[in-house]
């Protein structure tokens, strides 16, 4: 069997887009669960917007519900709504919802200088870490039952 290389350093999306689409294919075949998450609705999105009394957002969450899980991708605030308890009653909120949407389990990840302590504070825990990512910095994968 013969081949090339080529190197391309620089972006390639027709090359991306036919890899992710070879990637998807290959998962619909292999996991009846990524078969079913392509299904129109199956990915529920959940968005919690705050705002402040002139309407501007100050933060929130972003995440989607499916598989049974809540993944949390995105979390913040701005810094003077900090450290007084609104993200605690948020991400209660957001679980709370997920939990009615079917969710029994949460995930998200996390940079060691962001906010590991607070999610473990609120029944996370570390599953997973990549130390030196970025450098001097860890990487941590965690998770929480929602039951």
């Known amino acids: 069997m013969e081949y090339q290389v080529e190197i391309l350093r620089e972006e390639h999306d027709e090359f991306?887009?036919?890899?992710?689409?070879?990637?998807?294919?290959?998962?619909?075949?292999?996991?009846?669960?990524?078969?079913?998450?392509?299904q129109k609705g199956a990915v529920q999105p959940l968005h919690l917007i705050v705002t402040d009394d002139q309407q501007q957002w100050i933060g929130g969450i972003t995440a989607e519900v499916y598989w049974g899980w809540l993944e949390i991708h995105k979390f913040w605030f701005c810094?003077?709504?900090r450290g007084k308890g609104l993200g605690k009653k948020l991400l209660a909120q957001a679980e709370g919802i997920a939990k009615d949407m079917g969710a029994t389990k949460a995930l998200l990840t996390t940079f060691e200088f962001q906010?590991?302590?607070?999610?473990?504070?609120?029944?996370?825990?570390?599953?997973?870490e990549i130390k030196d990512y970025p450098p001097g910095s860890s990487y941590y994968t965690m998770v929480k039952l929602l039951t």
């Open 16 to 38: 991306t887009k036919f890899l992710a689409e070879k990637i998807r294919t290959f998962n619909n075949e292999h996991s009846s669960y990524h078969r079913e998450s392509r």
């Open 115 to 128: 906010a590991r302590t607070f999610y473990e504070t609120q029944g996370y825990r570390v599953v997973g």
């Open 79 to 81: 810094e003077e709504y």
